[in-house]
């Protein structure tokens, strides 16, 4: 049994709500734009003690469906896509997605066309990444230790996103 709730941006309280459930999957919202520094909760709730390592986790993707039924994804690199997902997108202009490698959502050198982060705050990138006038710009115009970090998968330059280039 899962509890489900949301709380919105200024919110001081979530509220209950239910999310469209598709299999092992959860879909939260179908307008991120909308809902951009929302906090999704899932609680759930075990009859007996769970180890640490067969607790649920978590795999936060993009979508956006298609008129075939099907729908693009941005999964963080390396994670499989829905079994919903167009896969024609695979190796079409940046991608370097090979699924017989089980390389998805990268582009050259294994840069990143998502990635997530534990703990990091919005207000972090509001004057940077998320301007729209910076969505062609690579991030390490903005953070110079993300490619560090992103090449690591996660294990070098954990606080990247602290350090922003100078103006």
Not at 88 to 113: Q, T
Request: hydrophobic residues 30%; contains cysteine.
């Amino acid at each position: 049994m899962e509890l489900q709730k949301k709380k919105a941006p200024g919110a001081t309280n979530a509220t209950t709500v239910s999310f469209t459930q598709d299999g092992d999957y959860y879909y939260l919202t179908e307008d991120i734009t909308g809902e951009l520094g929302t906090t999704y909760i899932f609680e759930l709730k075990y009859s007996d003690p769970v180890s640490l390592s067969k607790a649920a986790t978590v795999q936060p993707f993009l979508y956006r469906k298609e008129s075939n039924g099907k729908q693009w994804e941005v999964h963080i690199p390396g994670e499989a896509p829905t079994n919903k997902m167009n896969t024609s997108y695979f190796g079409k202009d940046n991608d370097c997605s090979n699924s017989s490698a089980k390389k998805y959502f990268v582009r050259k050198g294994d840069y990143p066309f998502a990635f997530y982060m534990d703990n990091a705050r919005i207000d972090y990138f509001t004057d940077n990444i998320l301007k729209r006038e910076n969505e062609s710009q690579p991030i390490d115009n903005f953070f110079p230790g993300f490619i560090e970090w992103s090449k690591s998968k996660g294990a070098n330059n954990q606080d990247w996103y602290l350090h922003p280039k100078e103006n």
